[in-house]
């Protein structure tokens, strides 16, 4: 099993920054791919970026040169660092865990960005 918490998020102005977190607890040996992806009331779920156990990192179009996606092994995190942040990054993002045994979600964080 394995259990999957976010935080981080809230409200941020255009061009401002925010830092995600994604606390992975439990069977972590058997992770494989970790995984940022966000939904908002305009788009369907969308993917944002990944990150594997071997460290190698993937992020979507819309968002390369704005964001990171990084591991920190003391502390069990997948961290999403946004930059530049625009109005259309509004969504509830959400951290996804794939494990040999299945996959894994937290509930969430709303991103808003608004001035």
């Known amino acids: 099993q394995v259990q999957v918490a976010e935080s981080g998020g809230g409200l941020v102005q255009p061009g401002g920054s925010a830092r995600l977190s994604c606390l992975v607890s439990g069977s972590i040996s058997s992770i494989l791919t970790t995984g940022w992806y966000r939904r908002s009331a305009e788009k369907a779920r969308e993917l944002v970026g990944t990150i594997s156990s071997s460290g190698a990192t993937n992020l979507a179009d819309s968002v390369k040169g704005r964001f990171t996606i990084s591991r920190d092994r003391t502390k069990n995190t997948v961290d999403l660092q946004m930059n530049d942040l625009k109005p259309e990054d509004t969504a509830v993002y959400s951290c996804?865990?794939?494990?040999?045994?299945?996959?894994?979600w937290g509930q969430g964080t709303q991103v808003t960005v608004s001035s």
């Open positions: 996804s865990v794939i494990t040999c045994s299945g996959g894994y």
